[in-house]
Structures are given as C-alpha cells and as structure tokens.
C-alpha cells in the first residue's frame, strides 16, 4: 500500500508578517471606482483565460449582419433613414448584442449565489451599490469586446464607419451603460425571483419585446403608436440612437440618448443594490 | 478585552419556524470556537446574523465592540469569511482568486502581490498558485478560500462547515493550517462543524446547538466532564454521547436540516468528489 500524502507544511509566524496588518480602508468617492476596477479585472482575467464564450457570443451577430442585413438590404423593403440597410442595422446589432450579453448575467448573480461566492462578496465591506455596480460595468467590458468584433465585421462587409477616436469613444461609453442598465435589470429581477429557471424564462421574455420594441431594426415612424410609446420609454432605442449617430455620422440626439443612458443605469444600479440582498437569504 | 464576538439574546424567524430561539454567546479573543450541531440547527443562521448576511430582527450581536445591525462595514472589514460551499472561481487561478479579495478589501498596489504571497504560502499553495483553481483538489479549494479569507488579516475568521466532503487527510490538513495561522496571527476563530472528533481535537471551547438553542458552551473536556459526572462510571464519553445526553438524540438522527441546507452540502459534497 502507498504512503498517503503529505500535506504541505503550515506556514511560520515570520512568513505572514503582513497579514497581520488590515489594509486601510478607502473612503468617499473612491470605493466605487476601486471597486469597479475590481470586478473588470476579474472578467478579464475569466476571458483571458476561456475566450470561447467571445467566440461562440460571435456568432448570432454576425449572422444578423450577414444573412438578415445582407438580404434585407437587397430586398431594400425597409426604410433606413438614407443610408444602407447594412449600414443602419449594424448599430442596432452591437446594441442587440450588448443586451443579449446582459440580460442574463442575473443568472451568474444566482450561480455565485448558490456557489457562495455573492455570499463572500457581500460579507466584504463593499456597499451593495458600489459591488452592483463593479458587477454591471464588468458585464460593460464584455459587450465592449463584442461591439469591437461587431464593429470590424461591419467594416470588411462594407459598412461606413467613422474611426474618429473621440467617436469610436462615446460608442465604448454608450455600450457600457446600455450593458449596466440591463445587466442590473437582469440583478433586480434574480433578486425577486431568486431562482435561474424563472429568471431564465423572464429573460427570454422580455429580451425579443425589448429588441423589437426599439430602432434596433427598422425606424420607430414605421411603429404603430403604442409600440411607438414603448421605444420611446425603451433604453435600448437611445443606445442605437447613440450608436448610429457616432458610428454612421446620421442625425442623433447624443445630449438625450447619453442622459437617458446614464439615468438608467444609476437606477438599475439604485434598484439592484436593493434588490440583492434578498438573494443572500 | 473586549470579547471578539458576544450574541444576546438572538433570535431569527424564517416563517413559522424559529431557525435561532435566543441565543447568549461570547467568543473570547484568540480563541478557537466551535459551534456544533446537526443542520437545521440554526448555525448557519446565527453565522449569517454574524457576517451581517441576515437582518439582526431581535437581540444583539457585537464583533470587537462593533454592533452588527449598525455598524456593518465596521463589522465585515473585521471578518474572514469561508462559506459552506465551495465557492472559489474555477475559472480564475489560485493567485487570482486570492487577489480579487485583495482589490475589494483595499489592499494599496504596491503590497498586493507580496500579501497575496503570504496568504497563498500561509495556507501551503504558493507553488499551485499560478494553476486554474478548476484544477485544484477539494482540500486544496478549502485553503484557498482559507488564503482568500485571510489576505485582509481578518480579526475574526468564520468557517461554515470548513470540512465537508473532505478526506481525513485532506481534513488534517485544512485544520493544521488554521492551527498555525491562528497562532502566527493571533486571530479568533468561529467553526461550525458537523464533525465531533475535530470539534474536540481542535477547539478551545464548543456551543452545542439544538432546534435553534445553545443547550451547552464550555471546553471539550469540561462538557466530557460534567457528563461523566452526571452519569458516573469510569470510562471518558465522547462529544457525540454529550450531544445525545443533551439533546435527546445522535447528530445523525437528526440531519433532516431544511432543503437549502441539504442542497448546499450535497453540492459542495458532489464538488469534492
């Protein structure tokens, strides 16, 4: 019979010298974007590590931008503002794109949950707002890498894109808060349902009637009236408004699409914080 | 000195049912305690009361003088915390899950690398530190969320079921870390454990509890003692006879535990292996 393994040597008293000290903590403003920075690095670090999920998240874009846009521009069946199909459709697709990322990140929230990592991360001294927040921002930088794989196939299919860096800049802030927003909607509704198979069908449900209900596709004149009342309280409309106005140069309401942007993802973030306790007990 | 840790009167309800019925309890500073009991006990209750988890509905509970309903951030900057699950990030590595602990405890950028080092080496993963954690065994998960738990040099260290699932070895092992972190740092030590054999091996003091009550706080061998006493005769009981003299039954009759629980320790259990 072999000898059982050893287990390695517990540390000396002079090994640990610094864990002896607490870090001193930071205060006021800075938490927020210390903890931020925190929750981005570890997603990176997750891509850095396993990029088959950019891959594989590749795919339904692309294919929208190729078969859908290709086709529908050809047909030239609808409107797009006087400029390609091709062209108008690629800013709803990255904004489309950010929303499919988001809207089930609430379904990681109830795994770390159940793994007992949320329950880690909230016995931390992180205001809920500030750990929320570093959760929504860390889904930011997912759709981010997404809108730069979008935005280069645009470019090879033919798509006009402006590479003004003070441009390219505001589509990279309009994708984040677009993907907070609904990276927190998806948080707020775990921490009411608490429960993936439940969230899962709330996210299936509301993510079509979110992306139809919006100028993602086809321009809001060509809505009936109540659709058009629901794009217009809808926040995935001002993030292609944004969009297409920065990629394409067509008239846009950047002052407005950015307010609203903003506005929603501080109360997405308002209402997950809320929210998120309930799914610690 | 002010107690590490001191519950008054604690209740909590979930429902109908009364999970902790009005618990006393201090924890001295720089000792080990270990709290005991089948699930549904309310342990794992009275620990989330404690790491601020839960609402404190009724009584108090104070971390170093710190009361846990007011001043929470207080509170969690003094906790280490290991949940019952097996909860580091398979896909980060060791280092990595180390150093997300440090970021969100403020750890400044300079001392980052070398405390996470130090934590790593505490708990004997310095030379699999650069390895997904995927790819760690289940007692090597344990000290890595020990290492996690100690880079922001808690004051009190809270372990929910540090053991489950483990192998003897592996058990040994994790406890022999805490030992030596414990008296390299001086810290508390808060354990809640199914395990009687490592409750008396390893703990300076044990609350027993039942159906939400703490029906006994003393050393193993006191609790030993008062039995033999109680009941005479010549042989030692063991901690397992002086639950069943006080609660009325063995741990293992009473592992119903609610469904949470269950789950929760069949999942870390199917994780180990």
Known sequence: ?281 | MTDALGLTGLRYRFGKVEAVAGVDLTVAEGEIFGLLGPNGAGKTTAIRCITTLLPVPSGMVRVFGHDASRERMAVRRLLGYVPQQLSADGNLTGRENVAMFARVFDVPRRERAARVEQALTAVGLAEASGRMAATYSGGMVRRLELAQALVSAPRLLILDEPTIGLDPIARTGVWEHINAVRAATGMTVLVTTHYMDEADQYCDRIGLMHRGVLRACATPYRLKEDLRARQGGDGVPTLEEVFRDLAGSGLEGELEGGFRDVRSTRRTATRLG
């Open chain 1, 1 to 281: 019979m072999s000898a059982a393994p050893a287990a390695p040597q517990p540390a000396s008293a002079d090994q640990l010298d610094l864990l002896l000290t607490p870090p001193r903590p930071l205060t006021g403003w800075r938490v927020l974007p210390a903890r931020i920075a925190a929750m981005c690095v570890v997603e990176l670090q997750k891509l850095r590590h396993d990029r088959s999920e950019l891959y594989t998240r590749a795919i339904q874009p692309a294919l929208w931008l190729l078969i859908f846009g290709m086709t529908f521009t050809r047909i030239g069946l609808i409107p797009s503002d006087g400029i390609p199909y091709l062209d108008y459709l690629a800013a709803g697709i990255i904004a489309q794109s950010a929303m499919f990322i988001s809207i089930f990140y609430g379904i990681q929230i109830i795994w770390e949950r159940d793994a007992g990592v949320l329950n880690k991360l909230l016995v931390t001294p992180t205001p809920r707002a500030a750990l929320v927040a570093g959760k929504a921002f860390a889904a930011g930088i997912k759709a981010l890498i997404q809108a730069l794989v979008i935005v280069v196939l645009a470019a090879v299919l033919g798509v006009g894109i402006s590479w003004n860096p003070l441009r390219l800049l505001g589509v990279a802030v309009a994708v984040v808060l677009g993907a907070a927003f609904f990276s927190c909607l998806s948080v707020a509704i775990a921490g009411i349902v608490r429960n993936r198979d439940r969230l899962m069908g709330i996210g299936q449900a509301i993510t079509m009637p979110l992306f139809f209900a919006s100028n993602a596709l086809y321009p809001t004149s060509l809505m009936p009236g109540w659709l058009q009342a629901l794009s217009a309280v809808n926040p995935l409309s001002y993030q292609v408004d944004a969009l297409r106005g920065l990629l394409l140069g067509t008239p846009a309401h950047l002052p407005l699409d950015f307010a609203v942007l903003a506005v929603s993802a501080v109360l997405g973030i308002a209402a997950a914080s809320a929210l998120l306790p309930r799914l610690a007990r």
